[in-house]
């Protein structure tokens, strides 16, 4: 699936099932919750937190990658609902990213000594 796809899929899912987008305002807070949602997994797989009793993550949650890719298709999911209702093209917004990134970082990361 390419972005234009999935910006498409999102659309048609929210004007039928959905009814129609949250405000934006709206999307943009349960974006900042699914980054939560996928930070505090992160912090309990990677860091140095636990889950808490009765907190893991069963099986039948996040099948097909775990909890980790439920989480970030969740985030790309709402990502994806603010593009499509504030008019942004992800692809072209990609696209125009990697260009910034290929003239300011093209030698950056290569002399970073913390990256050696």
């Known amino acids: 699936m390419t972005i234009q796809e999935a910006q498409q899929q999102v659309d048609g899912w929210i004007k039928t099932v959905g009814v129609r987008y949250f405000s934006e305002l709206t999307n943009m807070t349960i974006l900042t919750e699914e980054v939560g949602e996928l930070a505090r997994h992160m912090a309990r797989m990677y860091g140095d937190q636990s889950y808490k009793p ?62 050696l």
């Open 54 to 115: 009765g907190e893991k993550p069963t099986a039948a949650e996040g099948v097909g990658g775990g909890p980790l890719a439920d989480e970030m298709a969740d985030v790309l999911w709402v990502l994806i609902c603010l593009a499509n209702q504030t008019g942004v093209n992800l692809t072209e917004a990609l696209e125009k990213n990697f260009e910034k990134k290929n003239i300011r970082d093209a030698e950056r990361h290569k002399s970073n000594e913390k990256l």
